[in-house]
């Protein structure tokens, strides 16, 4: 199994910075993917950003330019780093991690953050 832990948000002024960190503990050989969302009070989760293998990074357009996604693989650690904070970026943000663990040919994970919320105030 495959835990992670968020942290990072807050509130925070428009204009404001904030970076969100994923870690995750278990026995990971290898994190094939990783994405963060959001899911803003009576809205659907959206994908914000994800990194994997290929294409490489991808953005929400409503993001792009002001979030950066990351990833220390020493640290097992993901990052979200938001810049250019907007009111409408408040929701609360999850982190998902899919990989493989112990070997080559161990089996795949999938886990999800408990969530951290982000309040962006006007």
């Known amino acids: 199994q495959v835990q992670l832990v968020e942290s990072g948000g807050g509130l925070v002024q428009a204009g404001g910075s904030l970076r969100l960190s994923c870690v995750a503990s278990?026995?990971?050989?290898?994190?094939?993917?990783i994405g963060w969302y959001r899911q803003a009070p009576g809205k659907q989760r959206e994908l914000v950003a994800s990194?994997?293998?290929?294409?490489?990074?991808k953005y929400a357009d409503s993001v792009k330019g002001r979030f950066t996604i990351s990833k220390d693989n020493a640290k097992n650690t993901v990052y979200l780093q938001m810049n250019s904070l907007k009111p409408e970026d408040t929701a609360v943000y999850y982190c998902?991690?899919?990989?493989?663990?112990?070997?080559?040919?161990?089996?795949?994970?999938?886990?999800w953050g408990q969530g951290t919320q982000v309040t962006v105030s006007s």
């Open positions: 990194l994997t293998s290929a294409p490489g990074t």
């Open positions: 998902n991690i899919a990989g493989v663990l112990g070997s080559r040919t161990g089996p795949q994970f999938d886990s």
């Open positions: 278990g026995s990971i050989f290898r994190i094939n993917a």
